[in-house]
């Protein structure tokens, strides 16, 4: 039954991504065209780099609703100090010639970062280097120590945006972290250190057939501290179920993993209409360069279709994985950004589990901001449903756990949009849950 | 040999000219606040509104604002009110005319020169009730005006950095789900404690002689 809703998905999924291909291109009668594009004062940065963020070229209308969004998109790279769009008269009459003058950073800035992840829980970056742009070809470079309450260690990020005047993006990654993994034994909650080094490499492409494709490698070693502690009176204990006893001690992983992806949302961060998706495939194996060999496959689907000036979002996410996933690569259920209702993690098997199930149908309202891409206040009415399964379980006696709830985000200055959801869970109605977020769980 | 020094300071003098003309902002000359009809009226007249550039983004098309930033204080220095107006002027190329709008009422000219003589000067325009204004008090009105070309949200990089600072962190679809917001420090530090530059296109602030309400 499930499969089958499944396979429904993929193919309303890739309908709609077909239907936005054909979209036909509009008439531009009566309107400026843009005959040439001039950069002024770039010293450093390539001039390709810039008509990167644009989202015209010469010969495409233009209009100042393109100057506003562009100029944004380029103040926000961080490798301008200012950016300023003018014309002049073109060589015809409805031709104008758009001059784009900035004035470039030099120096590397300093950074403060926060925010709230699945993983890492709450965090804090108190103090981030970043040197985007050094030498003019469009970099971004950051490097940041990162403290919160299930995560502490640093980041280090390197992104080319293109390489080799292609349409690939290249990323490079390296993280050292030390991560607190929530267990549940017997509904009482228990905390486990996870220390990781790694390297990640990611090639993504940006337009083409390759935009709807990414790849890449990571490796690294993994230590899970041999033993845990019950958060409630800080006990530790070292008596683990086999399925973690047996995953315990150092290990080395080498990984690639292919993503099959679309993104035609109209807005990354309220999306009113559109598919954002990914069909990930990854595989370790012992010839990667490592100890562990697994393969996990997630399908994570989300359709947002606007209703006036409210939105209906969905979102529906299986996953699967082999017996032999240690239990810190396997699945959760439950918390902020998975099914709301229950405690951060607190319907997960002993030993995490190897498929998972998850829906999600919320209503978005936006309470009030004149602009519909940015209101101050949403309110939002939510039904969660999910379920998750062991090797250890069979597939049909998976217990299906579902919450409807309601809840507010609110736009704060810097911080952006803060999530106060209150949920009710349909098996334990009496045990209402509120959890606060950073942005949309989907 | 004299024909060619004459060439030589005409040269000269163009250079200056092109010198001053880049350097050109507008100036507030002056600005009267009165009390007339039930509202504060103001009187003001501009020069050196519109830089080349402006006038090249007007002439090829493109919108331009004249911002006026209006600040109502108590005197000598205490700031009571802000208000803001802003003057949207649009070329036709079409049917070659220009286009003014301001608070939803249009006016059209068919020159330049209209155009440049309608901005400068602002006869007796009504900016707030005088009821929000106390007989007992004096008063006096500053004022300092920018004009932008193309759309006026290109003058708010303060406010643009601090909302897309909460803009980061998106994972992709399928990756543990995180969402946070970043800081640019070094912004923040240079904007309280760095050399406050005058806003591009704006001009120096102006004030009105002190004024009182009946």
């Known amino acids: 039954m499930k499969i089958s809703i499944l396979k429904k998905y993929f193919f309303y999924f890739f309908l709609l991504l077909l239907s936005a291909q054909l979209a036909p291109a509009q008439e531009s009668g009566g309107q400026l065209v843009v005959e040439r594009i001039e950069i002024l004062g770039a010293r450093k940065t390539k001039s390709q780099v810039i008509q990167r963020y644009l989202s015209f070229r010469e010969g495409d209308r233009f209009t100042p609703e393109l100057v506003e969004n562009d100029y944004q998109t380029l103040i926000s790279t961080n490798f301008f100090k200012s950016v300023e769009f003018s014309t002049k008269p073109g060589g015809e009459k409805g031709k104008v010639i758009v001059v784009i003058e900035v004035k470039e950073r030099f120096s590397p800035t300093l950074e403060f970062a926060g925010g709230y992840g699945e993983l890492e829980g709450w965090y804090l970056s108190p103090i981030g280097l970043r040197y985007d742009n050094l030498l003019g070809s469009g970099h971004f470079l950051g490097l940041r120590a990162i403290i919160g309450d299930r995560v502490g260690g640093f980041n280090m990020r390197f992104q080319q945006p293109t390489i080799f005047n292609s349409s690939l993006n290249f990323q490079f990654d390296i993280d050292i972290l030390g991560r607190d993994l929530i267990h549940y034994f017997d509904n009482r909650e228990a905390i486990q250190r996870i220390a990781t080094a790694g390297l990640r490499f990611t090639l993504s492409g940006s337009r083409g057939v390759a935009k709807y494709f990414s790849g890449g490698y990571q490796t690294g070693a993994v230590e899970p501290d041999s033993t845990a502690k019950f958060t409630l009176n800080d006990s530790a204990f070292a008596a683990f179920p086999t399925v973690i006893a047996q995953n315990l001690g150092k290990k080395k992983w080498g990984m690639f993993w292919l993503r099959l992806q679309t993104d035609t949302r109209d807005n990354v961060f309220f999306p009113r209409k559109g598919i954002w998706g990914a069909l990930s495939v990854e595989m370790a194996e012992p010839n990667f360069g490592g100890d562990l060999q697994f393969t996990r496959t997630i399908f994570d689907g989300r359709l947002y279709q606007n209703l006036g000036s409210s939105v209906l979002a969905l979102r529906l996410k299986t996953a699967t994985t082999s017996q032999t996933t240690p239990f810190y690569e396997r699945f959760y259920l439950g918390g902020a950004y998975s099914l709301r209702g229950f405690a951060e993690r607190s319907l997960t098997p002993a030993g995490y589990g190897t498929r998972l199930y998850l829906g999600s149908l919320e209503w978005r309202i936006p309470l009030t901001g004149r602009d519909p891409q940015k209101p101050g206040l949403i309110g939002a009415i939510f039904f969660d449903a999910g379920s998750i399964g062991t090797p250890e379980t069979k597939r049909d006696d998976d217990e299906t756990f579902s919450a409807f709830g309601f809840g507010f985000r609110w736009r704060v200055p810097v911080v952006g949009l803060l999530r106060f959801d209150f949920a009710y869970p349909k098996q334990r109605p009496d045990d209402f849950r509120f959890h606060l977020g950073i942005g949309h769980p989907f | ?214």
Do not use: H
């Open chain 2, 1 to 214: 040999m004299t024909m060619r020094r004459f060439e030589g300071i005409k040269i000269f003098l163009l250079l200056l000219l092109v010198a001053e003309t880049t350097a050109q902002t507008p100036r507030v000359v002056s600005i009267l606040a009165k009390p007339g009809d039930g509202d504060l009226a103001v009187s003001v007249q501009l020069v050196n509104l519109f830089s080349p550039k402006i006038v090249s983004t007007i002439r090829s098309g493109m919108p331009a604002v004249i911002r006026f930033d209006f600040r109502l204080l108590e005197a000598p220095d205490r700031e009571l009110q802000q208000a803001t107006r802003s003057l949207n002027i649009l070329y036709d190329l079409w049917n070659e005319r220009y286009r003014l709008q301001n608070a939803g009422r249009e006016q059209f000219v068919a020159t330049f020169a209209e155009l440049e003589k309608t901005c400068s000067a602002f006869e007796e325009t009504k900016l707030l009730p005088l009821s929000r204004l106390s007989s007992q008090k004096i008063y006096q009105l500053r004022l300092q005006i920018a004009v932008i070309p193309i759309s006026a949200k290109q003058d708010q990089q303060l406010r643009d950095w601090l909302a897309a600072s909460d803009d980061t962190e998106e994972s992709a679809p399928g990756e543990d789900r995180a969402a946070g917001f970043r800081l640019n420090l070094s912004q923040l530090l240079s904007f309280f404690w760095g050399k406050k530059d005058r806003p591009y296109g704006a001009s120096d602030w102006a004030i009105s002689p002190p004024f009182q309400v009946e």
